[in-house]
């Protein structure tokens, strides 16, 4: 199985996390693991605060290290995505990166 990241808006935003659960819910539905880490550092994390908000995204960055491919979901492109996404496209190349269109899911 091929493991995806699941890069979607987050900002904080509870809505957001419940669009991250289908997000999951469709990547599994498609024989994928899929790995999103907003929905569990929001757990324990605060993204209103700067300094775990960056705290967040570098671990994210370590994350991406471990995934076969890179789904975006949604419309906006947030600055905390931008970053997940060159990051990735350094490591691992554009190729393996996709974007989801909404009416897909």
Known sequence: MKIVFICSPFQGKPENIEKAKQY???ALEHGCIPLAPHIYF??????????????????NKKLLEFCDELWIFGEEITEGMREEIEHFKKIKGDVKIRKIEEPQI
């Open 24 to 26: 999951c819910r469709f």
């Open 42 to 59: 929001s757990q324990f994390m605060d993204d209103n605060n700067s300094e775990e908000r960056r705290k967040a995204l570098e671990m």
